[in-house]
């Protein structure tokens, strides 16, 4: 199938009689005839659900839908984007282990990895994401366990070089984890070039609606655990919580991981998603290969529209020719990137404020990547408490504005941003 197609049609196929829609099993529980029959899902020794904080049969659906739209061969829905990134990394590093990840990531991960995930006895090695071959194998240890960058980053709109990072990762004997939240399955799969594991905020594109928060984990199902048995004992030796399985033996390089995480993580953390929530983001994933390219045809007639204003200081925008990463887009995306644009206006951030209070269509959100042309000023909002320094360091500036793109008539956005500017 077409990933148009898989839109619509991966990961479920109702049989005669049966919902042509993704059924919502909004249920705890599920029963079972005898005590036996439970018994063999607790072993791991049938497959099957029993308790819905580990696993959900809609949730297991949409996430085979979004598996095949990756290319990859198991995935699984977490709550939110947050929980989806943790569980990445946590499901293969522990304490005394060592990541490496490239510093242009969206803050909220930054975070997470930076202050909780140091908590947790994990250290972090942050590489500018174009640094040199020399610079990037210095970043690994004997314990560095994976390797971690976003497709196109949230908000520097940076495109990640998945292939280079894939080679030296695997030189290294680990995995690259790559969010490919901004890009989509639509106009990059990073499991062709080389990444092992996808991760998602769903909440963003796959939604799409500004409806429900939620994240996913894709497994490519090519890292070959076994081969690198000693740097992934969580993996490659018996879970004594599980009479002693080992993941990779039993369930392959297919689904070892996915496994894995679901059996201990989920169990443990519990930070599912609703049933009702992965209906809704099945229902965004279905129109997701018409929104995207929409999406990037309305950002690039508004990136161009802004270069050409006099008004305008600098834009960022991976589509533009002349951007630091338009050449890299278009290998990696040559059908689009997002519809996410960064800009300065001549005014600096006064004149950001005010072009900001005037603007009608475009909403003032701190939420970006779905229908509805949403803006944001990080210096007066979710960095105010930086300095004009710090801003500037951390590469968001006062003067940047963060323009995520929907799916209205450009037209009426870009009168909307005329209007505004006069
Ligand atoms: C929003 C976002 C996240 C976090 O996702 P939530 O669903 O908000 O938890 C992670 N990565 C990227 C690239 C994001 O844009």
């Known amino acids: ?70 290319g990859g061969t198991a995935g699984m829905l977490t709550s939110s984007g947050q929980a989806a990134n943790f569980f990445s990394v946590f499901n293969i590093a522990t304490c005394g282990d060592h990541i490496v990840s490239a510093s242009t990531i969206y803050g909220g991960t930054f975070n997470l990895f930076n202050v909780t995930m140091r908590k947790m006895g994990i250290e972090f090695t942050f590489v500018d994401p174009d640094c040199s071959d ?15 960058g976003e497709t196109i980053a949230n908000p520097a709109l940076v495109v990640f070089d998945i292939e280079r990072f894939a080679k030296a990762a695997h030189a290294h004997g680990v995995p690259l984890i790559v969010d490919n939240t901004f890009a989509t399955p639509i106009n990059c799969r990073p499991i062709e070039w080389g990444a092992d594991i996808v991760t998602h905020s769903t ?83 279905e129109s997701l290969a018409v929104r995207m390219p929409r999406h990037c045809e309305n950002a690039q007639k508004v990136a161009e529209y802004l270069s050409s204003n006099d008004k305008v200081a600098w834009v960022t925008y991976p589509g533009l020719p002349g951007d630091k990463y338009y050449e890299r887009a278009q290998k990696y995306m040559p059908n689009g990137t997002c519809g996410v644009i960064s800009f300065g206006l001549k005014g600096g ?55 995520s793109v929907g799916i209205e008539n450009v037209n009426d956005i870009i009168a909307d941003i005329e209007q505004a500017l006069t």
């Open 1 to 70: 199938m077409e990933r148009e197609t898989m839109c619509i049609q991966a990961g479920y196929s109702p049989k005669n009689g049966e919902s042509r829609m993704i059924p919502i099993i909004q249920s705890t529980t599920f029963k079972y005839d005898t005590s036996e029959d439970m018994g063999k899902l607790f072993d791991l020794e049938a497959s099957g659900y029993f308790y819905t904080r580990l696993q959900n049969p809609t949730n297991d659906m949409v996430a085979a839908k979004l598996a095949a739209l990756e």
């Open 134 to 148: 020399e610079e990037l194998e210095k970043a690994f240890r004997p314990n560095t366990k994976a390797v971690f």
């Open 203 to 285: 909440t963003k594109y796959l939604d799409g609606h500004d409806a429900t928060v939620g994240g996913a984990i894709i497994d490519g199902g090519k890292f070959d655990w076994m081969a690198h048995a000693d740097k992934f004992p969580g993996l490659t030796t018996p879970d004594e919580s599980y009479h002693g399985i080992t993941y990779a033996e039993k369930f392959g390089l297919g689904g070892a991981f996915i496994t894995k995480c679901t059996a201990q993580l989920m169990r443990d953390f519990g930070s599912i998603q609703a049933p009702m929530n992965a209906f809704l983001l099945n229902l965004g994933i």
């Open 349 to 403: 951030r006064a004149a950001a404020e005010a072009f900001m209070k005037n603007l009608k269509v475009a909403m003032i959100a701190t939420h970006v990547a779905d229908a509805h042309t949403c803006i944001l000023h990080p210096a007066n909002s979710t960095h105010r408490q930086l300095t004009d320094e710090e801003l500037i360091a951390s590469g968001v500036g006062p003067d940047l504005i963060r323009l």
